[in-house]
């Protein structure tokens, strides 16, 4: 194998190493935002007694996640300074980074040439994922407290409109209950206008007016 493959292999493996670190920590990114807000969507739906929509809640939460995995892990990441990391946890004098800059003359020259290959060889005798070790990411204690949020605001109680108190609406006055003493006053005064006009008909009009009083 030439001293470009095992570069293009050696720096190959501390790079997929290196994605997935970025991908541990995209995804207590997007664990902390979907379900942090995930807790606040729930809280604020059972505060204002809203109905829950799961299923969009789900899918929001689902598309928060991919998006940090994806923007994490696919963030741009040079040769060059993967390279400067492998010589440095090794202690190697920019070995390998050398020969990631001279990997890329389409024609070295003879002492570039020999570089070459002794970058190749001291890429043979190292591991280029010993500087990208798998560790706990950063985030990880708070996205495992925004699930726990997340979980305990489904408990919260249920918001229920206060009933307004029933009140007796009052009664409507009654038109026909008059006082006695008022009815009284009227037939009286009734009695004297009739007796005041010699017209038959006035005269059965107020007997008439008389009775219905009487009734009231």
């Not at 190749?120 to 985030?139: C, I, S």
């Not at 206060?162 to 009734?190: G, I, R, T």
């Amino acid at each position: 194998m030439n001293p470009r493959d095992v570069l293009s292999t050696c720096i190959a493996r501390a790079k997929s190493r290196l994605r997935l670190r970025f991908a541990l920590e995209g995804l207590s990114w997007g664990m902390l935002l979907a379900f942090g807000g995930g807790a606040l969507w729930v809280a604020v739906a059972r505060l204002r007694g809203d109905a829950l929509d799961a299923s969009l809640l789900a899918a929001t939460m689902a598309t928060v996640l991919l998006v940090a995995v994806a923007v994490s892990t696919l963030r741009r990441v040079r040769d060059l300074d993967v390279a400067l990391a492998i010589d440095a946890h090794h202690r190697l004098p920019s070995s390998l980074a050398t020969g990631v800059e001279l990997a890329r003359i389409p024609a070295p020259s003879p002492f570039e040439s020999l570089a070459l290959e002794a970058a190749g060889e001291r890429a043979r005798g190292v591991d280029p994922r010993a500087p990208f070790p798998l560790r706990m990411p950063r985030l990880a204690p708070a996205a495992l407290a925004a699930v726990g949020l997340f979980a305990a605001a489904f408990g919260l109680p249920a918001f229920t409109p206060a009933v307004p108190l029933a009140v007796d609406a009052p009664e409507p006055d009654d038109p026909a209950a008059l006082e006695p003493e008022l009815v009284a006053a009227f037939q009286d005064e009734l009695r004297a206008y009739g007796t005041n006009d010699t017209d038959p008909a006035l005269e059965e009009k107020t007997r008439a007016i008389e009775a219905l009083l009487t009734d009231l």
